[in-house]
């Protein structure tokens, strides 16, 4: 399997650090951001294969990243899962307009499917 660089966009520590540890395990390169603003800096530096997104950040949300990223033309193309405690319908569509490949509630989800739904976006 290649190693395949990963950015967790997400405030809460817990739940970075979970998806951190297992994508690490797996061998992919991980990289943390506590909000859209760290996220758009990392992404500038150093171009992720996905996105694992969070939308209600301080300092800069989960829908404004993905407003920047569809901006230039090499971000484009970088699939995003947002992982999400938000279900309503209105950032639902917001973010699936912004090309998001999946649209994840936090509470819904086991670690363990999300990662699953990482790896078959990653292809392994």
Excluded: C
Aim: glycine share 6%.
């Amino acid at each position: 399997m290649s190693r395949k660089k990963v950015l967790i966009v997400e405030d809460d520590n817990f739940v970075a650090e979970v998806y951190s540890t297992k994508l690490l395990e797996m061998g992919h390169a991980v990289q943390i951001a506590q909000n859209g603003k760290e996220g758009l800096d990392l992404i500038e530096k150093d171009k992720p294969d996905l996105i694992l997104l969070d939308i209600l950040m301080p300092v800069m949300g989960g829908i404004e990243l993905l407003e920047e990223l569809k901006k230039k033309e090499e971000w484009k193309n970088i699939p995003i899962i947002l992982l999400t405690n938000v279900g309503e319908k209105e950032s639902i569509q917001k973010a699936r307009n912004f090309g998001v490949k999946d649209y994840l509630i936090k509470s819904h989800f086991t670690p363990a499917e999300v990662i699953e739904k990482i790896e078959s976006i990653l292809g392994k």
